[in-house]
């Protein structure tokens, strides 16, 4: 995927390319971008940093299932955020609906990143004829609520206190939006 957008940034005019992502190009990017969400957010129910075998197991599983693994580069290459789906549950009456996440990099937020990628999943989704794509977000994530509402999902429900991360309960809200074949 070639697209090459610009975008201004203040005064200046960057560009930046929709990329697929590959685990020996992007790799160590998105698992610094993983890492940095799972320590410092509950924008991941993780404890743990993603390791080396970690990346090597996901990149396979997206393969494996032909899901895609966009990004978004700078003009130097640098990544600015990934984004990817996959099954929403693992049941065959389920197979047209998916869960996507998308993570920007902590430097490149609220730069319009994450709405690229997410118009780019919407995109790649609705052209391979899937039907739903659910976001399970943290209420307390509101830059992903407000991006996703932005992008017609709607509020389908939220779960209660279903993580602990940071020493308090955390809930957890479904959007949902339905492709337009």
Not at 45 to 69: I, L, N
Not at 75 to 98: E, V
Not at 120 to 144: K, M, P, V
Request: proline share 3%; with cysteine.
């Amino acid at each position: 995927m070639a697209l090459i957008l610009a975008v201004k940034a203040g005064w200046q005019v960057t560009e930046r390319q929709l990329i697929e992502c590959t685990a020996a190009q992007q790799g160590q990017a998105i698992q610094a971008i993983f890492n940095q969400v799972i320590l410092h957010s509950t924008a991941l129910y993780e404890y743990q940093p993603r390791t080396e075998a970690d990346m090597q197991r996901w990149f396979a599983g997206k393969a494996q299932g032909g899901h895609p693994v966009l990004g978004c580069v700078d003009a130097a290459g640098q990544l600015l955020g990934f984004a990817s789906y996959g099954p929403f549950r693992d049941k065959p009456a389920n197979r047209f609906t998916l869960e996507h996440a998308i993570y920007v990099a902590e430097a490149a937020r609220g730069q319009g990143v994450g709405r690229l990628l997410l118009q780019a999943l919407i995109q790649r989704a609705t052209d391979a004829g899937y039907h739903t794509l659910i976001a399970a977000i943290d209420t307390e994530n509101l830059a992903s609520i407000h991006l996703h509402e932005s992008a017609g999902f709607e509020l389908a429900g939220t779960l209660q206190q279903v993580a602990h991360k940071f020493d308090r309960w955390l809930d957890l809200a479904f959007y949902q939006k339905l492709l337009k074949p």
